[in-house]
C-alpha cells in the first residue's frame, strides 16, 4: 500500500458534515479534479472535498499519475489492476473521514475514467456504504465477482460522451448490466457530442446527484 496526498477544499462553513473524494483519471492528477470540486463547493457549504493524486507517476507524463498501468482496454488488466490500488484508494478514503471527522455515511465518491474504476471498486467493498458514487467516463472491472465481493450498495450515477473514443460509452452500459446482474443497479446519462470528458450536462447532474446524495433522498 502506498500513502497518498492532494489538494484540499475546506467546507466554506468551517464545520464538516459530509465529504466527497474525487479519483482522477489515467495521466491526470488530483488537482484536476480539484477544479471540479471548485466548481461545487459553493453550492455545498457544509462539505469537505479531497482529490489525492494516484499513487503511481506515469513514465514520459510530468504531472502525470495513474491508479494502475493500463495500455489498451484488457479487461483482465483492469480488474487486477483496480485490485493492486485498492488498499491506497480505501486508505485514502477512511484517513480522510477521520480528518474531517465525518461518518462513513455521508460520504460521495466521484471518479473519471480511470478514476471511476477505483471509485466504484472501493465503494461497493466499503464496510458502510457511502451516500452515492459518481462515475464519469468509465467502467466496472470484475463485474462476474462483484456479487460475491460487494458489501455496499450506494447509490450509483454513470455518466458518458456519446463521442467517447477513449473508453467507449458501451463502457458505462456494460458497467450498469455488471451492477444489475450482482443485485445492484445504477442510474445513467448519456451526453450527446461530449468525448472523453464532462460536457455542461454532466456538471449539473453531478451537481444534482450530490445534492440528493448527501440530503439522504437516495437511500432506500
Known sequence: MILIDG?????KSGQAKKLVILFHG?????????????????????????????????PGAPGGYQW????????????QGVR???ATAEQFVASE?????????????????????????????????PAGVIGYSGALPGPERLKSEMTAKPPIMLIHGDSDDVLPVGMTFMAAQGLAEA???AQFHISR???????????????????????????G
Do not use: C, K
Open 97 to 129: 473521514l477521520r480528518r474531517w471527522e465525518v461518518a462513513p455515511e455521508n460520504l460521495v465518491l466521484i471518479g473519471f475514467s480511470q478514476g471511476t474504476m477505483m471509485a466504484l471498486h472501493t465503494a461497493l467493498r466499503r464496510e458502510v456504504a
Open 193 to 219: 457530442g461530449i468525448p472523453h470528458s464532462i460536457g455542461p450536462d454532466g456538471l449539473e447532474l453531478g451537481q444534482q446527484f450530490i445534492e440528493a446524495a448527501l440530503s439522504g433522498r437516495l437511500r
Open 68 to 79: 494502475f498501468p493500463i495500455s489498451r482496454l484488457d479487461p483482465v488488466a483492469m480488474e
Open 26 to 58: 489515467y495521466g491526470s492528477n488530483g488537482a484536476d479534479l480539484a477544479g471540479l470540486a471548485q466548481h461545487w463547493a459553493p453550492h455545498f457549504p457544509d462539505v469537505a472535498w479531497a482529490s489525492p493524486d494516484a499513487p503511481e507517476s506515469v
Open 84 to 86: 493492486s490500488a485498492h
Open 183 to 185: 443485485g445492484h443497479g
Open 7 to 11: 489538494p484540499r477544499i475546506a467546507p
